[in-house]
């Protein structure tokens, strides 16, 4: 049926019905819409987001490690977390500068923004250093010239009424002792804090915001390797049950990670160097033997590698759990991203036992953070994909 006719123009009586202007043309709906907004540099924020990846890893590396012996690497550690902060800030300044950050990631980017500056404060080298470089050196002190003494004078019987002395002036401080002031008030806070909770707890702060830093970097990664039109299209098939799962899986082997920092840092990991018992016994000995009774929690060695073990049991039978329950899935890519996880969550327990019994050596350790980190991205990645699954299409099946 055609459209009506204009009101302000009269039909002719001969006129066809149906003929209309190019004015009343119906107009063809148009597809991708969605697309057609403004999505910002999608490939520019993936390109950013792993290079911040890749920094934070460095982080931990060198963090892990005493150095190995060499000076460059010693010298270098202090100044990955200020790099890191650098990297962030030259993006989010050249996204903000050009428009081109997509709807809706402000909160993300300042947030990983925050991340990257707790990281890059918490060691107070760098800050130290810039305090020494700004403050001013002191005076060289001039030596009175030694040689023969005045003559004693004698004073008068009525001393002398002092002149009135006028109160110093006092220059106020230059913005470059300001700035060197408050290096000095951040440095003796993160040593304070350092000194209140404890080494071992710090650096697992450290570990742990480092981890932290990676997982939602790669996250958004994930997320700009997509378009928008993919990512709404997939939302609507996914799975709240796997994403839980997956969600559950990753917040153990988060707290599974900052209780194995704290057996590092306190060197729990060379106890008990036996498994599945531990001194021969299902137990450790002296489980609660620290007073106030938290400080096991922080300090314990039987307590915390008992309690890191245990965490692994329960991790690899959840997992086990979650691979089952993703057969389920239709999505194949989904399915196999959770056997993936699985598969790396069984390796990373073998490889755990294998440095424990054998004495927890450096090389060992850094073979057990490595799998860590790796595990840490199966597990995100197979979680997104239950959020946002990829579709296959049915021209591909054969």
Same mark, same amino acid.
């Given at each position: ?7 302000? +123009? ?5 006129? $066809? ?11 063809? @709906? ?35 490690? @005493? ?42 980017? =300042? ?7 707790? /990281? ?7 800050? %130290? ?11 060289? $002190? ?11 004078? &004698?004073?008068?019987?009525? @001393? ?13 401080? !230059?913005?470059? $002792? ?38 939602? =970097?790669?996250?958004?990664? #994930? ?21 839980? /799962?997956?969600?559950? &899986?990753?917040?153990?082997?988060? #707290?599974? *990670?900052?209780?194995?920092? /704290? ?9 008990? !160097? ?24 922080? $300090?314990?060695?039987? *307590? ?6 245990? &965490? ?12 089952? +329950? %993703? ?8 399915? !196999?991203?959770?056997? *993936? ?5 069984? /390796? ?6 294998? !440095? ?8 060992? +350790? ?8 790796? &595990? ?23």
């Amino acid at each position: 049926m055609g459209m009506k006719p204009a009101k302000n +123009r009269s039909r002719a009586i001969f006129e $066809e019905v149906g003929v209309e202007t190019p004015k009343q043309m119906p107009v063809a @709906p148009k597809g991708g819409m969605i697309d057609a907004r403004p999505k910002g540099a999608r490939k520019a924020l993936m390109l950013w987001m792993v290079s911040l990846i890749v920094l934070a890893v460095l982080q931990l590396g060198l963090d892990a490690t @005493p150095g190995f012996g060499i000076a460059e690497l010693d010298l270098v550690q202090p100044y990955t977390g200020l790099a890191l902060f650098a990297v962030w800030a030259l993006g989010a300044l050249g996204l903000a500068v050009s428009r081109r950050l997509p709807p809706g990631w402000g909160m993300r980017v =300042a947030g990983l923004g925050l991340g990257c500056l707790l /990281l890059a404060a918490s060691d107070p080298t760098p800050i %130290s250093q810039l305090s020494k470089a700004l403050s001013p050196e002191p005076a060289a $002190e001039v030596l009175p010239q030694t040689g023969a003494l005045p003559p004693l004078q &004698l004073l008068p019987a009525t @001393p002398p009424t002092p002149a009135p002395v006028a109160a110093p002036v006092v220059a106020p401080p !230059t913005p470059q $002792e300001q700035v060197a002031k408050a290096a000095d008030l951040a440095v003796a806070k993160i040593n304070l804090a350092k000194t209140t909770i404890g080494t071992a707890p710090f650096a697992t702060l450290r570990l742990g915001l480092a981890f932290a830093l990676v997982g939602f =970097a790669f996250w958004y990664a #994930l997320l700009a390797a997509r378009t928008e039109a993919a990512l709404i299209s997939a939302r609507r098939q996914a799975e709240p049950g796997l994403f839980g /799962l997956a969600t559950g &899986l990753m917040h153990l082997s988060f #707290l599974q *990670l900052l209780v194995g920092g /704290l057996v590092t840092g306190i060197g729990a990991g060379a106890v008990f !160097t036996d498994w599945p018992m531990m001194g021969g016994a299902w137990l450790p000995p002296d489980l609660l033997s620290l007073e106030p009774v938290w400080r096991n929690a922080l $300090e314990n060695q039987g *307590l915390l590698q008992f309690s890191h073990r245990a &965490l692994g049991y329960l991790l690899l039978a959840l997992g086990l759990f979650a691979l089952l +329950r %993703s057969r389920r899935s239709v999505h194949g890519v989904t399915r !196999t991203a959770f056997v *993936l996880a699985t598969v790396w969550i069984g /390796l990373q327990a073998v490889l755990g036992v294998v !440095t424990l019994l054998h004495g927890d050596p450096l090389h060992l +350790r850094l073979a057990h953070l490595g799998g860590a980190l790796a &595990l840490w991205l199966f597990l995100i990645r197979a979680r997104f994909l239950a959020r946002y699954p990829r579709v296959q299409s049915i021209r591909g099946i054969k």
